[in-house]
């Protein structure tokens, strides 16, 4: 299948060969042959179809019949600050003991380094424990006299020593931020360490900054370990004027071997207000645009997490927080407040990711952009669900009447001991129909998936989420126990939501997400071919070999 008739401009530098093309191209679903030239697909299909292509110069790589794909588009991810917590942070097992979490943290403060000791995650069942002055006693004891502040697996809180809180100014009579929680001793009334949302990500600003020099390690560690991976694509879901500048840096240099989509903070989270963040850094945007960086994303937080209680339910919690009966949760902005905050962004062709969870949160996200489709006309962007765990079934034909995309991250559905501690703070009815990713798009609604690694994911590998999708089980377990199988997904299905369909969510479809003519060759040879083995067996799939514009940016093309 050619685009074009072929010039003198148009000769094939590289041709691919002996390989099973999945191309994600209704087209032709499946090619022999591909043949590139200046970074970009030339033709597909079979030996006669790339001859044409062929000159003395072209160079032949033969695949030993590997499986390849188009490049892995991750829609949801923290991977730099994942990549950095890599290179300069602790790390703690989310299911680690209190105990070993305090060996860790000993372990650290008794070598140099960063005066802050930071890192993570630990799991909920610590939550508890936390709450109480005893925790914090036992911690200060570890920590000689250094600041320390550990993230949970949700990176929605924080659990930090005396050292820091005082750094953050918390004190017995600090009160609770907007939409933040410092947790209390129940008798004492003194902060525990413990601290929740807007509380956390207060102390995360009060931390040392990170340096340059950090950031540029980090952003270049973190493409390398996705092209690993197979990813050639991201959407970074949390970003600032410090990311998106420490990108467009590595992008000037020509060490960018991905396309980003930078999802602006609107809110202090993961990124500071110091790192620049709001109208200042989406009135600055333009300037780290590049053809590898889109700039023209939002984000916004309407809830927080079930495993603190903080995100915002219709019905109740079967645990209520603090004491509080019948205790629900809220959403973070009215409905008239975020469509307001939404509807200058959508105006300037902004596409807006709105972080909700509980149904309440999610319908209250519903109710905003149905104003903002009604204020400025239904030709906006397209506008994104990060998450939507909890989806109330009746809401579910509204995502595809208003335009919102599903942003789904597979590593949250499958059974595990995160689904266990919602099914006792929610009950399993609503846990059973969370994730109704089958039923969202047939009703025709658009999706894609992510891994939101570090959060929640233990890897930022996308096979094992890929291989959840279909079996619906937990890739990392041999256990065959199903969440909702009803729900699962055929492999074709769950292909394209890690690949044609973030392209068409990040607004690059015209350059990747499928092996079509015209397109950037962004390609992965795999280790196995998906469709003729067991579906578990996906979640160990390798890499063989990454190509992002026609370079192999990873592993090596001499397979045969």
Known sequence: MTRDPPTERSKADLVLRDARFYTLDPALPWADCIAIGQG??????????????????????ELGGRMVLPGIIDAHCHVFEGARSRLFEIEISPIASLSELLGIVEAAASKPGRRWITGGTWGPALAELFATESALRALDEVSADRPVVLRDVSFHSRFANSVALAAAGIRKDTRDPPNGVIVRDPESGVPTGLLHEAAAFNMDEAAAPWSEHENLDAARSSIALYNGLGVTGFQLAVASRATMS???????????????????????????????????????????????????????????????????????????????????????????????????????????????????????????????????GTGGPQHQIAHLNFIAPSDLPRLRELNVLADLCPPMWF???????????????????????????????????????????????????????????????????THSSHEALDLATAIELYTSRPARALRIDDRAGSLSPGKSADMIVLDRNLFEIAPEAIAETKVLATLFEGRCVHGTLELS
Do not use: C
């Open 40 to 61: 970009r697909i030339l033709a597909v299909g079979s030996s006669s179809d790339i001859e044409p292509f062929v000159d003395r110069s072209t160079e032949f790589k």
């Open 415 to 481: 059974p595990s001991a995160h689904m266990q501690s919602m099914s006792r703070l929610l009950g399993p009815e609503r846990v059973e129909r969370s994730w109704p990713i089958r039923s969202l798009l047939e009703l025709g609604t658009d999706a894609a998936a992510g891994t939101d690694w570090p959060a929640i994911a233990p890897t930022p590998s996308p096979w094992p989420g890929l291989s959840a999708m279909v079996t619906r089980r937990n890739p990392y377990s041999h256990s065959s126990e």
């Open 246 to 376: 420490i990108y467009k840096m590595v992008d000037d240099a020509g060490g960018l071997s991905a396309r980003i989509g930078m999802t602006i903070a609107m809110e202090a989270g993961l990124a500071q207000a110091r790192d620049g963040i709001g109208p200042e850094a989406i009135a600055t945007r333009k300037q780290f645009a590049s053809p590898h960086i889109d700039v023209d994303f939002a984000k916004f937080f309407m809830d927080g997490v079930p495993s603190m209680r903080t995100a915002a339910f219709v019905e109740p919690y079967l645990i209520p927080s603090a004491g509080q009966a019948r205790f629900r949760g809220q959403s973070f902005y009215s409905v008239a407040d975020l469509a307001d905050r939404i509807t200058s962004l959508d105006r300037e062709g902004i596409s807006v990711k709105i972080h909700a969870i509980g149904d309440q949160a999610i319908r209250d996200t519903l109710d905003a952009i149905a104003i903002v489709r009604a204020n400025n």
